[in-house]
């Protein structure tokens, strides 16, 4: 059974860049078939969709965010990766990673709240 | 960018009782939807794909039906664990795969 968790900072000042990281277990990332993706919710609000990159290193982003947005992988490690730089207020949330058939995401971590605050 | 809407907002049921939630999208997504549940402090869960096809262990009280433009979510007989807020999501236009504001099914 595929399990993520996300991990990073819970706070982040202003005008600095976000880092988050997903753990794969249970699976490879490098297996292929998969996308591995980022989403984001406000507090108390919906689902916004970030990004995701396939294990082969492409990337699609939300066009919203995508100045901003860098989402790698560390095959190695079996981890993927976001990086938000330029963070406001309005970028606080919780992040959560999920695997993505190409499509629906079928498994999701728990997500982290990352607070953006001086 | 697709913009997809979900009514109503808020859906008041009596455990037992029929639950039918409307997505609609704002232009075609096919059947490339698929419908998540979420409960407090959670994360989503994965109910429905393809517009109708329930994710593994999805039990068949719910269903998906609809392409196009206009789908429903229908949970047969709610349970109290099915007390919860449910997004749909477009997959057929991407960047970026759009959810819906989601709709909260609460107890009567």
């Known amino acids: 059974q595929v399990q993520l968790q996300e991990s990073g900072p819970g706070l982040v000042k202003p005008s600095q860049t976000l880092s988050l990281t997903c753990t794969v277990s249970?699976?490879?990332?490098?297996?292929?078939?998969?996308?591995w993706s980022w989403i984001r919710q406000h507090p108390g609000k919906g689902l916004e969709w970030i990004g995701y990159?396939?294990?082969?290193?492409?990337?699609y982003y939300n066009p919203s965010l995508k100045s901003r947005v860098t989402i790698s992988v560390d095959t190695s490690k079996n981890q993927f990766s976001l990086k938000l730089s330029s963070v406001t207020a309005a970028d606080t949330a919780v992040y959560y990673c999920?695997?993505?058939?190409?499509?629906?995401?079928?498994?999701w971590g728990q997500g982290t709240l990352v607070t953006v605050s001086s | 960018e697709i913009v997809m809407t979900q009514s109503p907002a808020t859906l008041s049921v009596s455990p037992g009782e029929r639950a039918t939630l409307s997505c609609r999208a704002s232009?075609?997504?096919?059947?490339?939807l698929a419908w998540y549940q979420q409960k407090p402090g959670q994360a989503p869960r994965l109910l429905i794909y393809?517009?109708?096809t329930r994710a593994t262990g999805i039990p068949a009280r719910f269903s998906g039906s609809g392409s196009g433009t206009e789908f429903t979510l229908t949970i047969s007989s709610l349970q109290s664990e099915d007390f919860a807020v449910y997004y749909c999501?477009?997959?057929?236009?991407?960047?970026?795969?759009?959810f819906g504001p989601g709709t909260k099914v609460d107890i009567k």
């Open positions: 999501q477009q997959y057929n236009n991407w960047p970026p795969r759009t």
């Open positions: 990159m396939y294990y082969s290193g492409s990337t």
């Open positions: 249970g699976g490879s990332i490098s297996s292929g078939g998969y996308y």
């Open positions: 393809g517009a109708s």
């Open positions: 999920a695997r993505d058939t190409g499509g629906p995401g079928d498994c």
């Open positions: 232009q075609s997504v096919s059947s490339n």
